[in-house]
């Protein structure tokens, strides 16, 4: 599209290449554009969106491997909770069958008249 207003930048595919990279990360492409719209001068239009696409696309490509790298690592935490999560079950079941044992010696005391005040 643009290899007739400027050859040495756009005038075969790997520099094409090279140049739209450049082009992406920001590298002169101020100039790359003052050459290009000398022949085009509309050009600028071209070079403002391939900016805004290839710097949307490069940053969501950034926060892919943000966000997988914070799933890994919630993942793994949530699997150390899990096995967590049986000691703490099987805690409780001790805890409960201890209140369980304490209720059936109230009831016991309560029987055998033991918790019966002096005014009872």
Do not use: C, K
């Not at 369980?100 to 009872?120: F, N, S, T, W, Y």
């Amino acid at each position: 599209m643009y290899g007739q207003a400027s050859p040495e930048r756009f005038g075969s595919l790997p520099s094409s290449l090279f140049t739209l990279f450049q082009t992406m990360t920001g590298d002169d492409w101020g100039n790359i554009a003052r050459d290009v719209m000398t022949l085009h001068p509309t050009a600028w239009i071209f070079f403002t969106a391939f900016i805004l696409i290839s710097t949307f696309i490069v940053l969501n490509l950034f926060m892919a491997v943000v966000v997988s790298a914070m799933d890994e690592e919630s993942a793994a935490e949530r699997a150390e909770l899990q096995g967590l999560g049986d000691e703490s079950a099987a805690s409780t079941r001790v805890i409960l069958d201890e209140l369980a044992a304490l209720r059936r010696e109230v009831a016991a005391l309560r029987r055998d008249g033991a918790l019966d005040g002096p005014g009872r």
